[in-house]
Every structure is written in structure tokens, then in C-alpha cells.
């Protein structure tokens, strides 16, 4: 979903703010823990919620996992056959959820004060080199 969506959100228009970029559909649903529907935790992202893991498919032939450490402002990402993305190739895969993941907590918050802890900044990634099976 993020990763096939990002060119919409890249070329929408944002506001003076930086903010008013358009989210891929169900965005907020997925923030709030309303989807899956079939495991819906309602646990908001950043408030009940400090770590997500997903699967990060590549180019519909090799799949990636990752972990996104909402905290820390940063995602590790494991792949089981390295040479199989480079590393431009990862860069280019990674860029939607470094730019799109914290705009999400921004646009998404519910207060002020909430949107105050966070910030347009791109999120950091590393891919894991130890430890993968």
C-alpha cells in the first residue's frame, strides 16, 4: 500500500505547513489499530504502540521484514538474501515509509500537544547484517 502510493503522495501540493500531502486511503485506520479488521487492536501508533513489524514486498519476487521503532525514529530492516536488492535498489524501496511513516504522526495526532513530539524529519533505516537467518 505505502510503498505503491508514495508517487501520489510526493506530488500532492502541501500546505504552508508542510502538512496536507495525501495519505494512501485507510491510513488513519491503520494509526488508530482499526485495520486488519480480522486483528484490530484500536492501539494507536506512538501513544499505545512503539514498535510495528510488517512484510515489505520487492518487486513482486522477494519479500523484506521490517521493524519500525517509532521512538527511536528508526526502521531495521532483515532480508534473508542480501545480494539480492542493492543498496540503491533498498534506498529506493525504504524511501516511502522514511518519508511517509512520520508525516502519518503529524497528520494523524490527535492534539497539538501530541503533534508537538513529533516532526516531519525522515525516519533513519539500517539493514540488519548479524543475526538474520
Known sequence: ??????????????????????????????????VPIFCATNNIWGVDVDDKYAPVNFQNNHWLAIWISIPK????????????????QLDEVMESFLTMVPYLFVECTFTDEERIKYSLEPFTYERAAVGVP
Not at 508514495?6 to 494509526?31: A, E
Not at 525514529?73 to 540503491?88: C, G, L, M, N
Open 1 to 34: 500500500m505505502w510503498k505503491d502510493k508514495y508517487g501520489k503522495f510526493k506530488s500532492s501540493t502541501p500546505d504552508h505547513n508542510s502538512l496536507g500531502r495525501r495519505l494512501p486511503g485507510g491510513s488513519w485506520n491503520l494509526y488508530a489499530g482499526i
Open 73 to 88: 525514529r528508526h526502521i531495521v530492516i532483515w532480508d534473508t538474501i542480501v545480494k539480492h536488492i542493492s543498496p540503491a
